[in-house]
């Protein structure tokens, strides 16, 4: 029951299809296919897809892929390993290796 509780902190989600990647839990996309969005709460253009992304996790959610967000302003020290440059930022993700969404 602890392992679950603890398990259930690292992993936040918003609308129950996208990660909320933090520090603590951003091991978790070294595994698997992710779609990752770097973001500010007050930016512009990443308010204008922040709808669409949810729609995308929710279209994924039994798909062999995974959706996650993180915000630039909460996760510093990860954004920076991510190489953020500026925001919004996508990212795809296969088994731990980085590409930057150019599209």
Not at 18 to 24: A, F, N, Q, R, Y
Not at 27 to 55: D, L, M, T, V
Not at 70 to 81: A, P
Request: hydrophobic letters at 45%; glycine letters at 6%; proline letters at 2%.
């Amino acid at each position: 029951m602890i392992k679950l509780l603890v398990l259930f902190c690292l992993v936040t989600v918003v609308n129950s299809e996208v990660v909320v990647l933090t520090e603590e839990n951003s091991h978790i996309i070294q595994n698997g296919e992710w779609f990752i969005k770097a973001y500010a709460p007050w930016c512009g253009a990443c308010k204008s897809i922040a709808q669409a992304w949810i729609q995308l996790g929710a279209w994924a959610e039994d798909k062999e892929y995974n959706i996650a967000e993180i915000d630039i302003t909460k996760g510093y020290s990860l954004s920076n390993q991510l190489l953020v440059t500026r925001i919004p930022t996508l990212f795809h993700v296969k088994d731990g290796a980085f590409r930057t969404y150019q599209g």
